[in-house]
Nanobody, 114 residues
Framework: QVQLVESGGGLVQPGGSLRLSCTAS????????MGWYRQAPGEQRELVAR???????TYADPVKGRFTISRDNAKNTVYLQMNSLKPEDTAVYYC????????WGQGTQVTVSS
């Protein structure tokens, strides 16, 4: 089993920044992809960004140029730096890791509102 602990969500004004963290622990053989997904009320869960074990990154079009994903392999941690936040970024953000079994975090709420 692998446990994921997410942190960093909260309430921020439009144009503000937040940094999400997700740390994995437990039976980790090899950490492959790590990523962030989000789900807004009434919407399907969607990819925000992911990073491979080689450091290759992929971003959803709405967040390109504003969000940056990174990882610390020594700490089994993935980060999501979110800048220039917009109200439409409001959602529950979920961490997802592949070790190679897929695990999901419990989700952290991000609310962008004035």
């Amino acid at each position: 089993q692998v446990q994921l602990v997410e942190s960093g969500g909260g309430l921020v004004q439009p144009g503000g920044s937040l940094r999400l963290s997700c740390t994995a622990s437990g039976s980790i053989s090899t950490m492959y992809n790590m990523g962030w997904y989000r789900q807004a009320p009434g919407e399907q869960r969607e990819l925000v960004a992911r990073i491979t074990n080689l450091g290759t990154t992929t971003y959803a079009d709405p967040v390109k140029g504003r969000f940056t994903i990174s990882r610390d392999n020594a700490k089994n941690t993935v980060y999501l730096q979110m800048n220039s936040l917009k109200p439409e970024d409001t959602a529950v953000y979920y961490c997802r890791v592949v070790v190679p079994t897929v695990y999901w975090g419990q989700g952290t709420q991000v609310t962008v509102s004035s």
